[in-house]
């Protein structure tokens, strides 16, 4: 997630040149994690060179739980807008709540400007959106209260903890994509933490026709583009733009659906499994604007608003 711009950074590529100039000497060197992603570059670094920006390789999966539940798992100040979410999927099942699970490869990311970029990470949490932060009846603001982050990056451990996260170093299967292809043609992700027996795993397959899936794209756009907090105290607004090259065409979302297995908060005790659950496979390049006022962002309606006008503006102006 978020980084702090006072911590240097030795990039990927300086350690390349480094491995390569040792291999070119002939010596004898200890292995380097050498970890080739299949994800894009960074599409909008060039565009907002004093922004954060980089990219969201993702599965996008919903998993409804009860309304009771939810509200026990939600800390009761935040009212949950149940007619919020039914806009969106007027077929939700009666007294449901629809929780997001987002596994993700978070790469190349960078401040341009300022000649800073971070180490590609892995994440996996559970999000619940559609909450009432702001005590409006309206704005949509999104509680992702833990995060497993790859053990390797103190820079993404860190940035998560500023929020109040429950965060938790983690090893990820695989190590540098956002799944890998199994021979049966599904997908898999794990993140596993390091120092606790929390896990969140997901098994997904393709699913032929998008008219199978029960969500509408507008569902993952509208929660992946709500401001996310986890105790409050600030909040990360961070800009999935779904309509450039890296998500049309050959990069479409993909529909999935599958398995999800965990244990994590804020779920509480044994390890659960979630079967039949549905989902996106998508890549988004990403603006995120970190540690805001949260009551800033009261009416701020996701790619409603800026989102999806950017990208109008953006390909209008630019080959992305
Ligand atoms: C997202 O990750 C998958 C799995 O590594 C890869 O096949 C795909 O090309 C990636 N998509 C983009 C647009 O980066
Ligand atoms: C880029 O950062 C500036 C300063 O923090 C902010 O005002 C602006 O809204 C950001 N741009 C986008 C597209 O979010
Ligand atoms: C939220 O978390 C931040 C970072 O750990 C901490 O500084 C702040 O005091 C916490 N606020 C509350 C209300 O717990
Ligand atoms: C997200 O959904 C809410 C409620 O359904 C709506 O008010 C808001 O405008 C949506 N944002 C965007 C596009 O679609
Ligand atoms: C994506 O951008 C193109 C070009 O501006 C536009 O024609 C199209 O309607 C956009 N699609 C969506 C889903 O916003």
């Not at 994800?39 to 009860?66: K, R, S």
């Not at 903890?161 to 021979?183: F, I, N, Q, W």
């Not at 933490?193 to 032929?208: H, T």
Request: aromatic share 10%; hydrophobic share 40%; with cysteine.
């Amino acid at each position: 997630m978020a980084f702090r711009l006072s911590l240097l950074h030795v990039s990927a590529a300086a350690l390349l040149v480094l491995f390569s100039l040792l291999l070119s000497h002939g010596e004898s060197v200890v292995t380097v994690e050498t970890c080739a992603t299949h994800d894009h570059h960074n599409t909008l670094a060039e565009l907002f060179p004093n922004n954060a920006t980089g990219v969201l390789n993702a599965t996008l999966a919903i998993i409804p739980i009860p309304l009771e539940t939810a509200r026990r798992l939600i800390p009761p100040q935040y009212g949950i807008l149940e007619h919020a979410y039914r806009a969106l999927v007027p077929s939700f099942p009666e007294g449901m709540y629809p929780v997001m699970v987002q596994a993700a490869h978070d790469h190349d990311v960078q401040l341009r400007a300022y000649g800073i970029t971070i180490d590609d990470f892995s994440r996996v949490g559970f999000e619940f959106p559609f909450l009432d932060l702001a005590g409006d009846g309206y704005s949509s603001f999104r509680w992702a209260p833990a995060q497993l982050i790859s053990a390797t990056n103190d820079i993404a451990l860190e940035g998560s903890r500023a929020y109040g996260t429950l965060v938790s170093p983690a090893k990820y299967e695989p190590l540098c994509d956002a799944y890998r292809h199994m021979a049966n043609g599904h997908t898999y992700f794990r993140g596993a933490s390091v120092n606790s027996p929390d896990f969140v795993e997901l098994e997904m397959a393709r699913i032929p026709h998008t008219t199978l899936s029960p969500y509408p794209l507008e569902l993952f756009k509208n929660i992946t583009n709500q401001p996310t907090f986890a105790n409050a105290t600030s909040c990360d607004n961070m800009i999935r733009l779904f309509n450039t090259t890296m998500s049309v065409g050959d990069h479409a979302p993909v529909y999935v659906s599958g398995r999800v297995k965990a244990r994590a908060y804020p779920f509480e005790g044994a390890e659960e499994e979630w079967t039949d659950i549905y989902g996106v496979q998508v890549a988004t390049p990403f603006i995120e604007n970190n540690y805001l006022e949260c009551r800033s962002m009261r009416g701020y309606s996701g790619t409603g608003g800026p989102g999806d006008s950017y990208v109008h503006e953006l390909n209008a102006n630019n080959e992305l």
